[in-house]
């Protein structure tokens, strides 16, 4: 299937409905991402993302990046080993079609590595930062690190209430990790600083 192919499916795909299940051949084992804000402004800031999938049929392809947000989102967009094809616009944002390095079977596991850069959705003096699994998620970890010289000064947790799930706070940093998060329900971690 060549690429073009390949993006229109996912498109046909993820049109008839933006958050199914079937639009997703891979379950997520174990996923840690990292944002850091560079910057005291708040202007610029990297997302660092490690993210074990095991893959639920044979002959997959490629991967779905889901981001959504305030401010320009890929400033700077870069995945260890895979090649990014046509972005796809969303009813909440974008899907980034990711090639993988080879086909992957039924069970295989793999482990996606990506940064990316985003450039003024943390101005002023507070922020949040959202994520949702659309897939089954074994462990969903987040860290939010403020800027040096800035250190947090209230948190804020809106997430669905179950067991699983531990948040905490440091000075410059915010955690969250999440058993088997609620399918396509947004964690948000918010805050403040000074």
């Known amino acids: 299937m060549s690429a073009s192919q390949l993006h229109r499916n996912t498109a046909d795909r993820l049109a008839r409905a933006d958050a199914a299940r079937d639009a997703f051949q891979y379950e997520t084992l174990e996923f840690r991402g990292r944002l850091e804000i560079l910057d005291r402004e708040g202007r610029v800031a990297r997302f660092i993302r490690r993210q074990r999938i095991r893959f639920l049929e044979d002959n997959v392809t490629a991967f779905h990046d889901r981001i959504w947000g305030t401010g320009i989102l890929c400033a700077y967009y870069a995945a260890d080993g895979m090649r990014m094809l046509q972005p796809i616009r969303t009813l909440k944002g974008y899907v980034l079609p990711l090639a993988l390095p080879r086909p992957f079977h039924k069970g295989e596991v793999f482990e996606v590595r990506t940064e990316r850069r985003i450039v003024g959705a943390f101005v002023g003096a507070g922020g949040y930062w959202e994520s949702a699994m659309a897939v089954p998620t074994d462990v969903l970890d987040i860290e939010v690190v403020t800027p040096v010289g ?29 058993s088997q998060p609620a399918l396509d329900v947004p964690y948000r971690l918010s805050w403040s600083w000074n």
């Open 150 to 178: 800035l250190r947090c000064r209230s948190v804020e947790l809106d997430v669905p209430r179950r067991s699983g799930l531990s948040a905490g706070a440091r000075p410059r940093a915010l955690a969250l990790k999440v």
